[in-house]
């Protein structure tokens, strides 16, 4: 009768050691999974912000480009009225330039002074000397070459018209007056200016080679 009361209280005993390997490896197990869950989690988060982080440097990336290639085309819509305006001015200077040269080789010094800004602070300089005033020009003009035979044919060449803003310019050249009693040449700087919507010459310095 006790060994059988001791083989109980042994089977009691082992009894309990297997229910508390049993929690212990049970509690390990769900530790293990609880943690590995954890990880997943923590893993899937860091690739979300990854990914997040990704899309927004993407996005500030597109942006940015964005910006550079509106800045590019408002540049270069604001370049070329500028250079429209530039050529505009260049072309409107030679004309007058070609008028005057197709009015001096009619002989019509008056159409040929019609160019000029007729105003009496208009300014011709030669030779070491100014003269002032649209009337006096005319009247130089006269005196130098009273008929068409002394005003020969007229040709201008090397222009250079530098735009100075929108409604004056200075322009660099050579001249050269071709007659029987013999040429003439030398070169000019000008300034003309627009009044209104023409444009005329306000200054004209003109210097000769030879006679």
């Excluded at 049993?22 to 390990?28: A, E, K, P, Q, W």
């Excluded at 990914?51 to 800045?71: F, G, L, N, S």
């Excluded at 100075?164 to 000008?190: H, I």
């Amino acid at each position: 009768m006790e060994n059988r009361g001791d083989s109980g209280g042994v089977a009691v005993v082992i009894g309990v050691v297997l229910v508390l390997l049993l929690l212990l490896v049970g509690g390990v197990g769900v530790v293990y999974f609880v943690t590995r869950q954890q990880m997943a989690l923590a893993i899937q988060a860091e690739r979300a912000l990854m990914a997040e982080t990704q899309a927004r440097m993407e996005a500030e990336r597109a942006r940015a480009e964005a910006e550079a290639a509106a800045a590019s085309r408002s540049a270069a819509m604001e370049k070329q009225p500028a250079t429209n305006q530039g050529d505009s001015i260049r072309s409107s200077v030679e004309s007058i330039l070609s008028a005057q040269e197709d009015a001096w080789n009619r002989g019509d010094v008056d159409a040929f002074m019609e160019h000029y800004w007729k105003s009496e602070e208009l300014t011709f300089s030669s030779e070491g000397k100014t003269t002032r005033g649209w009337t006096a020009t005319l009247a130089r003009y006269r005196e130098r070459y009273p008929t068409p035979e002394m005003m020969g044919r007229l040709k201008l060449s090397g222009l250079e018209v530098t735009p100075l803003g929108d409604t004056a310019a200075l322009v660099l050249g050579q001249w050269k007056v071709e007659r029987e009693r013999g040429p003439l040449s030398g070169s000019f700087s000008l300034v003309v200016r627009k009044f209104e919507e023409r444009w005329q010459i306000v200054h004209d310095h003109t210097s000769r080679v030879n006679e």
